[in-house]
């Protein structure tokens, strides 16, 4: 009785005139959320995690990124950008 196109566009019709995408800004006043800390600085300025950590050497370098290194110079002498 009805065609799939028709039962499509009803549909399409029927959801386009109610879906309207919005933006919406929101951020919560001071004290109205527990975990609401004013915004300071980047915490990549300042880390206040471990840094300069040991990184352990597991042999010798893979196959894979040596041909990525290699394809990454080719590209930089093509192109004379320094990535």
């Keep these: 009785?009805?065609?799939k196109t028709s039962m499509g566009v009803a549909a399409?019709?029927?959801?386009?005139s109610d879906c309207k995408a919005?933006?919406?800004n929101y951020r919560p006043p001071?004290?109205?959320?527990p975990w609401h800390k004013a915004a300071t600085h980047s915490s990549?300025?300042?880390p206040t995690w471990k840094v300069d950590y040991f990184v352990p050497n597991?042999?010798?370098?893979?196959v894979?990124?040596?041909e990525t290194q290699s394809n990454i110079a080719n590209a930089e002498d093509?192109?004379?950008?320094?990535?």
Excluded: N, R, Y
């Design 1 to 3: 009785m009805f065609k």
């Design 58 to 62: 597991f042999g010798p370098q893979s």
């Design 30 to 33: 001071e004290g109205a959320t």
């Design 12 to 16: 399409l019709t029927f959801l386009s």
């Design 64 to 66: 894979d990124v040596s």
């Design 44 to 46: 990549w300025d300042e």
């Design 22 to 24: 919005t933006k919406i």
């Design 78 to 83: 093509k192109l004379k950008h320094k990535l």
